[in-house]
């Protein structure tokens, strides 16, 4: 059985390889991964079997800082280093500052990522 990641000569349409500028977010998805490992809380090699570990679902619907977070959430509660509940207290914080400022705005389906 093939791996979530291991779409090697499976039928899933160009790659698309345009140059494409970062989001605010993606960039400290990008810096808060960067400093976890430079703290020593998780290698590369960790941080890329957790992706792997999301599973199938989760590689084909969340894009790939989007894996990057989930993954990162995980291993933070797998060490201990946050609870669950003090990442979800967080994650409504957050949504509910974006939401009152008018800022967060999804996507057509965006919405059931989150759900």
Known sequence: MRSPQDIG?????????????????????????????????????????????????????????????AALSRQMVDRGVLTQDEIDAKVAQVRQRLHDSGELELAPGEAEKFA
């Open 9 to 69: 000569g499976l039928p899933e349409g160009p790659v698309d390889t345009s140059e494409h500028s970062l989001t605010f977010w993606e960039k400290q998805a990008d810096g808060l991964r960067a400093a976890v490992g430079a703290k020593g809380l998780m290698s590369s090699h960790e941080s890329r079997r957790a992706i792997e570990s999301l599973g199938h679902d989760a590689m084909e619907r969340l894009t790939y800082y989007e894996r990057w977070t």
